[in-house]
């Protein structure tokens, strides 16, 4: 038996810019961090050669070609696995379609375990690669490749998405008291609505295909607040964080039509108004968690659950994608 997992990931900064439509041509920055909620993979030998799948649904196939979910079957595929008596199951922390990046950790965790099954050891960045390729490349999905990476990586971390596709990072250079800090006033609560991120994130894709002038503008400027996000934290400065995350989320908004709803417009005035400094929507928008950094905790819990709004407490992961059974 083989047990994986790999964390889920809160975006500090830069979002958006990871996709291809617009680093390709522009080059990408972000930070995001790399948090203790998993999604685990099990895989197990069967006495019967069929293949088990077990996820949000349950399915049984006699090839990989007859497997019905994409990511499983082309990861076989990649992998070349070649016995057909295998059980993998998947299990997750928090459900998917929340912001928090499930899709590329599910990846990253499957394909550590099939090849840890194979017995191959494989670098965290080619293992990214590897899960980028499946949903990008073979799959087609309009997304990004943050999710991939910093679930692969962990920790709090820099990326720079080059043209030509090469993707260079580095740990987040925060002192002890700024990481405590950090951890300590984040706050994440769920707004009971989840949603695609691929269908969020087509407009966007679709629009810088077509160099559209406000979308392009709109990335650039993000892209600029990615930067003077990283230096905030490496400066200590979290008050100064918080705002650009209020100046990111309000930029954000302006995206897309599907990036907020008045809902979620008037929880987030509501937690402004009563003890966070700054915060936005994790993810492609549309639902998921807000973040927001507090000012006083107390109060802003204390208003959030008067709205109905769940808290998921955290803290970070520093150790990526990994082998745990």
């Known amino acids: 038996m083989i047990i994986t997992r790999s964390p889920l990931r809160i975006s500090l900064g830069g979002g958006g810019t990871d996709l291809p439509s617009y680093y390709e041509n522009h080059g990408g920055f972000l930070i995001a961090a790399a948090i203790d909620k998993y999604v685990y993979i099990n895989i197990n030998r069967r006495f019967v050669s069929r293949f088990l799948l077990k996820y949000s649904s349950y399915e049984e196939a006699d090839s990989i070609d007859d497997i019905k979910h994409p990511i499983m079957r082309e990861a076989l595929r990649l992998l070349g696995v070649n016995s057909n008596d295998l059980e993998i199951t998947s299990i997750a922390d928090i459900p998917a379609g929340t912001g928090l990046g499930s899709s590329g950790s599910f990846t990253t965790s499957l394909l550590k375990a099939l090849h840890s ?174 973040m927001f950094y507090a000012q006083d905790k107390a109060k802003l819990r204390h208003a959030m659950r008067a709205k109905g709004l769940q808290e998921v407490r955290f803290r970070f992961d520093f150790e990526g994608t990994k082998v745990i059974v």
Not at 242 to 265: E, F, P, T
């Open 117 to 290: 099954w194979n017995k191959n050891s494989i670098h965290p960045a080619q293992l990214a690669e590897q899960a980028c390729d499946i949903e990008m490349n073979k799959l087609g999905e309009p997304i990004g490749k943050q999710d991939q990476y910093i679930a692969a990586i962990g920790g709090v971390t820099a990326f720079t998405f080059h043209k030509d596709g090469r993707v260079e990072y580095r740990p987040a250079r925060l002192s002890e008291e700024t990481l405590y800090n950090l951890e300590d006033n984040l706050l994440l609560f769920f707004t009971g609505y989840s949603r695609s991120a691929s269908v969020i994130l087509k407009d966007q894709d679709d629009r810088s295909k077509k160099n559209d002038q406000a979308m392009i503008d709109n990335m650039h400027f993000t892209k600029e607040l990615g930067y003077k996000s990283l230096d905030a934290l490496e400066s200590g400065d979290l008050a100064g964080f918080a705002r650009l995350m209020d100046v990111h989320w309000q930029r954000k908004k302006a995206r897309s039509a599907g990036m907020s709803n008045a809902q979620i417009n008037e929880w987030y005035d509501y937690a402004m108004a009563n003890g966070a400094l700054g915060g936005k929507l994790i993810g492609a928008g549309g639902g998921g968690f807000l």
